[in-house]
């Protein structure tokens, strides 16, 4: 099974400027996340998705980033214009089922600079 | 008020020997989960061992072990015989919230480190 895919892997922006992140889930994975993770902290939540529909966006700075998971599978995640404190690895996780037991599978992580 | 709250920034452990990793969790929730995530420096963030709030057993996994103390709000990790691969990063986190909009909060983290 293939895991959670995440591409770029690394991105170096200035300030102001725009980037986007792509994840795949694990196929027939029903909920997708993304979490932001700053160096030195633990991931924090930003974003979670039930098929297409969002469930959680509480700690979304919804002035500059913006998220969307299209036909239930693929999601990107945008920030525009990018900020200095917004420097960190924004990793992507999905979970097969509905309801919450289950453990999150992880992507890699997309690895932003902003100078 | 934290919701996972892991004391320890950093931690040694010599090569086969056992280490707890600490971690205490505030909800008011009946019905949670405690997992542990290892992150290594690649960066992926790895599934250790989950331990639901109504199981009446510790869970294990392989030289993994969750102490699970309930009244006192601790989910401690346990790592048996220690490995140089056992060197990384490593994640309390705690599920709380109702069916589809449940959501999973992170500790700040304890880095592990095994020495020879």
């Known amino acids: 099974e293939a895991g959670v895919a995440q591409s770029p892997r690394y991105k170096i922006i200035e300030k102001r400027q725009s980037v986007a992140f792509w994840c795949n889930p694990i196929?027939?994975?029903?909920?997708l996340y993304w979490y932001q993770q700053i160096l030195g902290q633990g991931p924090k939540l930003l974003i979670q998705?039930?098929?297409?529909?969002?469930?959680?966006d509480s700690q979304l700075p919804k002035d500059r980033f913006s998220a969307e998971r299209l036909k239930g599978v693929d999601s990107t995640l945008k920030i525009q214009p990018a900020k200095l404190e917004d420097s960190a690895v924004y990793l992507c996780?999905?979970?097969?089922?509905?309801?919450?037991?289950?453990?999150?599978?992880f992507g890699e992580g997309s690895r932003l600079t902003v100078l | 008020a934290q919701k996972i709250t892991q004391t320890q920034p950093g931690m040694f452990v010599q090569e086969k020997e056992a280490v707890t990793l600490d971690c205490t969790y505030d909800?008011?929730?009946?019905?949670?989960?405690l997992f542990w995530y290892k992150q290594p420096s690649s960066g992926e963030m790895i599934f250790l061992i989950y331990?639901?709030?109504?199981?009446?057993q510790n869970a294990t996994e392989g030289r993994y072990s969750l102490n699970f103390q309930k009244a006192r709000k601790s989910a401690n990790l346990v790592i048996s015989a220690s490995q140089l691969g056992d060197s990384a990063m490593y994640f309390c986190?705690?599920?709380?919230?109702?069916?589809?909009?449940?959501?999973?909060?992170f500790g700040t983290g304890t880095r592990l480190q095994v020495t020879l």
């Open positions: 996780a999905s979970r097969r089922g509905l309801v919450g037991a289950g453990e999150l599978f």
């Open positions: 196929s027939g994975h029903a909920t």
């Open positions: 998705f039930q098929n297409n529909g969002v469930v959680d």
């Open positions: 909800t008011s929730d009946p019905s949670y989960g």
């Open positions: 331990q639901g709030s109504y199981d009446q």
């Open positions: 986190a705690m599920r709380e919230g109702p069916g589809t909009a449940s959501k999973l909060t």
